[in-house]
Each structure stands twice: as structure tokens, then as C-alpha cells.
């Protein structure tokens, strides 16, 4: 939620609070649809974080990189999205400046924390593939945990790093019906530089590497599977150690995709003169995407379908029910 290479005049001069010209009918109707879409981001996420939380065979290294992903995908869905869409079809910000403040340092932050998830996730499917055996022995459940806890701290840490010791180098702009944050130049490129070049390019990276590799692994399959059952068994790991990485380039790909207009309209706007509208609906694409995410779970894990059937039956509450096969 950042707008760079504007003074606060032009700011207020630009970003005017319009008149709605819409019928009664289609403003409740945007608002049913804006608090459908709440609803489908946190409960959709909710329901994967239950899932991974309650079930023990899903507690795995990657599942908690997902685990991560998921809860800034419901943070965002639950403390972000609301006032956002709000603004949106008010066409004004009609919040205090004190709301428009936490909106815009929990997007930051949890926006932020995704893109990190997502390169630790192309990592860890790097390393499960191309050191299946040393990746197996080095990398825990308790390790990787720490690893997200640590993501989250650091993360927190820069940004009140930001907002604290080099604050005077942004404002928080309140025009009337406005909230936006104005970074000074230099600001704004180191901060695109480390929070998204730099792990976009590790993200696109990796995964090419995951998807040579994958090629590898699919000729090597095909070579296993004619001897022994042992060696299906292998055949039958990397089979599923390729599936994985495929559906979550899949996550990754659609989370870049969202990702990318909004930063690409950003840095643009040195150049070209913002709108409101069109600076919204970039901003809403990239919230979006934790409400996508969760469908993508649904279509591509059977484990995921299942938890939640488990979990609407109510069948968790069960004695041992944590101990149930879920894969």
C-alpha cells in the first residue's frame, strides 16, 4: 500500500474523494460479494491451518512452510482485506488515521512474510530434491519450525526498523478519503530490492533448478521401475517428491502473477500519473491471492479434501483423531 514520487499537495489534489454514482442494489450487492470474499480467504486458510495443526501425519518440514504461508494468508484475509475492500467501493477512506496506519503495516508485514514463505518453500523443494537423503536427515519438523519462527521475527524487526530509525524518510499521507504511505526514492529501492527482487529472483531461480531436476528424476523413474520393489519404492518417493514440487509451482507461479502488477505499477509511477482506481485493483489482486491459495490446496490435495471432511463432520473431535490417516 505504498505510493512513491508524489509531494502530499499533489497527493490531496489527486486522490479527491468522488461521489458514489452507483444504485442501492449494487452497492449491497459489492458489499455481499466483498464480505463473501473475507469469508472464503479466512475460513478457507483456517481450514488448512486446522488441518496441518491437528493431524499428525501432515506435520512435515514443508507442511510448515505452508503452515506459515497459510497464516499470513488469513491474517491478511482477516485484518487487511476488510478496510481494503472497503475503500474500494466507497472510493474513499472513510477509517481513522490510526486504522489507516495498522492497514498499512500489517499489509506491509504479512504481504512481506508470503514473499519470504515463498522462497523458503522453493528452497526447501530445492533441497528435498536435489539431496533427497541429507534433506531427510538434516531437515526436522523442530528445524524448520524455527526457521519460520526466525522469518517472522527478522521480518518484524526490519520492518520496525524501517518505521523507526528511518521513518523521517516517509509519511503517511491522510488527504481526505486517502491513506497512503510515500516512500522517498532511494527508500522505496532499497526496500523493492530486498523485500521483492531479491527473494522474487531466488523464488524464479530455484524453481527453474527444482524443474531440471524433476525432468531427471521422471528419466530416472522410468529406469527404476522395471527392477526390484525396493526400488520401486525410491521410484515411488521421487514420484511423489516431484508432485509436490510440481503443485507448488503451481502456488508460486499464481502468487508471482499476483504479485508482480502491483510492483511493476509502483515503480512506474515515477514516470506515469497514478490513479486511484487502477492503484486499488492492483493492490486488491495481490490480497487476492490468499484467497486463491486454498483453492489451489483443494484441487491439487487429496489430503487437504479430506481434512476438511473430517474437520465438517466434526470427526476431529474424536479421540485420537490426530492419529488418522489423512494421505
Not at 491513506?179 to 532499497?190: A, G, N, Q, R, T
Not at 527444482?210 to 520393489?229: E, G, P, Y
Not at 490468499?290 to 490446496?297: A, E, G
Request: net charge neutral; with cysteine; proline share 3%.
Amino acid at each position: 500500500m505504498t505510493v512513491m514520487g508524489l509531494n502530499q499537495t499533489d497527493q490531496c489534489l489527486r486522490f479527491s474523494c468522488p461521489e458514489r454514482s452507483v444504485s442501492t442494489a449494487v452497492y449491497v450487492l459489492l458489499y455481499v460479494c466483498a464480505a463473501a470474499v473475507v469469508l472464503l480467504t479466512v475460513c478457507g486458510n483456517l481450514r488448512i491451518i486446522i488441518s496441518v495443526c491437528h493431524f499428525k501425519q501432515l506435520h512435515t518440514p514443508t507442511n510448515m512452510l505452508i503452515l506459515s504461508l497459510t497464516v499470513s494468508d488469513c491474517l491478511v484475509g482477516a485484518l487487511v482485506m476488510p478496510m481494503t475492500l472497503t475503500w474500494m467501493i466507497e472510493s474513499c477512506w472513510v477509517f481513522s488515521a490510526a486504522q489507516c496506519l495498522c492497514n498499512i503495516s500489517f499489509s506491509y508485514l504479512f504481504t512481506t512474510t508470503s514473499i519470504f514463505n515463498v522462497a523458503l518453500i522453493a528452497g526447501d523443494r530445492y533441497f528435498a530434491l536435489s539431496n533427497p537423503f541429507l534433506y531427510t536427515k538434516a531437515v526436522t519438523v523442530n528445524t524448520m519450525c524455527i526457521v519460520v519462527l526466525c522469518n517472522w521475527f527478522l521480518l518484524l524487526l526490519y520492518y520496525l526498523v524501517l518505521q523507526y530509525f528511518i521513518g523521517y524518510f516517509m509519511n503517511l499521507v491522510m488527504c481526505p478519503g486517502d491513506c497512503f504511505l510515500v516512500f522517498d526514492e532511494v527508500s522505496f529501492l532499497v526496500d523493492l530490492l530486498l523485500t521483492f527482487v531479491l527473494p522474487c529472483a531466488v523464488i524464479v531461480v530455484l524453481y527453474v533448478l527444482v524443474f531440471v531436476i524433476a525432468r531427471k528424476h521422471a528419466t530416472a523413474i522410468r529406469d527404476l521401475s522395471m527392477q526390484t520393489r525396493t526400488s520401486k519404492s525410491t521410484a515411488d518417493s521421487m514420484k511423489s517428491e516431484r508432485k509436490a514440487a510440481k503443485v507448488l509451482g503451481i502456488l508460486v507461479s499464481v502468487f508471482l502473477g499476483c504479485l508482480f502488477p502491483y510492483f511493476i505499477y509502483t515503480v512506474l509511477s515515477y514516470a506515469i500519473e497514478i490513479e486511484i482506481d487502477s492503484f486499488q485493483n492492483v493492490l486488491v489482486l495481490v490480497y487476492l491471492n490468499s484467497t486463491i491459495n486454498p483453492v489451489i490446496y483443494a484441487l491439487f490435495y487429496p489430503w487437504f479434501r479430506k481434512c476438511v471432511k473430517l474437520t465438517l463432520t466434526l470427526q476431529i473431535f474424536n479421540k485420537d483423531s490426530s492419529l488418522m490417516s489423512v494421505l
